[in-house]
């Protein structure tokens, strides 16, 4: 079993959708969690935090679950340049950081 | 600002050869990481270092060595390249622990390999 594992995808929705990731860790000693995203042929890019209490960021809602061990990413009315792929991020503190696969996601017209 | 500095962005190895991929972060950050990225694959951990003098293996670090003489620099040597080697590798690095929430991770530009 993975370490991370995420939505395998693809998702494809229409504009103005609303799609939500989940993505599982199997560490307990996970310590920081995050979502970053990942445009083709581009490096990652940090899209946010995520913490107990939940974060929000305009459009995008990140939560964490340490009992069951998940997190999630909401994207609310969804734009065409949100098309990409999401990864979600464990980090340790013991230096080491693990990524899901990601999951793909297009938003059509 | 520079950030994280990778070298050279593309490669072409014939099989057996070796190689140096160079990584340079200005940030003064204590974690360093490399992955290795396939085609519709996520990042898979080849070996990171905490610190300068520390290194550890990842989850495929076979066929790679690192070392970390120096805080900023952080090497990735190919020993005898194979094909199943031809891949996207992305160097990263962060300030220190994992528990704080401001420890972003940031990447560089990715180099990309191919062995034939």
């Known amino acids: 079993r993975k370490e991370v594992e995420q939505d395998p995808g693809p998702f494809n929705v229409p504009e103005g959708a609303t799609v939500a990731f989940n993505c599982t860790y199997s560490?307990?000693?996970?310590?920081?969690f995050f979502w970053y995203r990942q445009d083709c042929r581009k490096e990652p890019k940090l899209l946010m935090s995520?913490?107990?209490s939940g974060n929000e960021d305009g459009r995008f809602t990140a939560q964490l679950n340490r009992a069951s061990q998940y997190i999630s990413l909401l994207i609310r009315d969804s734009k065409l340049s949100d098309s990409a792929t999401y990864l979600c991020?464990?980090?340790?503190?013991?230096?080491?950081?693990?990524f899901g696969d990601g999951t793909t996601l297009t938003v059509k017209p | 600002n520079a950030g994280v500095t990778q070298t050279p962005k593309f490669q072409v190895l014939k099989t057996g050869q070796s190689m140096t991929l160079q990584c340079a972060q200005d940030?003064?950050?204590?974690?360093m990481s490399w992955y290795r990225q396939d085609p519709g694959m996520g990042l898979r951990l080849i070996h990171y270092?905490?610190?300068?003098?520390?290194?550890d293996q990842g989850e495929v670090p076979n066929g790679y060595n690192v070392s970390r003489s120096t805080t900023e620099d952080f090497p990735l040597r190919l020993l005898s390249a194979a094909p199943s080697q031809t891949s996207v590798y992305f160097c990263?690095?962060?300030?220190?622990?994992?528990?704080?929430?401001?420890?972003?991770?940031?990447f560089g530009e990715g180099s990309w390999l191919t062995v034939v």
């Open positions: 990263a690095s962060r300030q220190g622990p994992g528990w704080s929430s401001g420890n972003t991770i940031y």
């Open positions: 991020v464990v980090l340790t503190n013991a230096g080491k950081s693990t």
């Open positions: 995520v913490y107990s």
């Open positions: 940030m003064n950050h204590e974690y």
């Open positions: 270092s905490v610190g300068a003098g520390i290194t």
């Open positions: 560490n307990s000693a996970s310590q920081s």
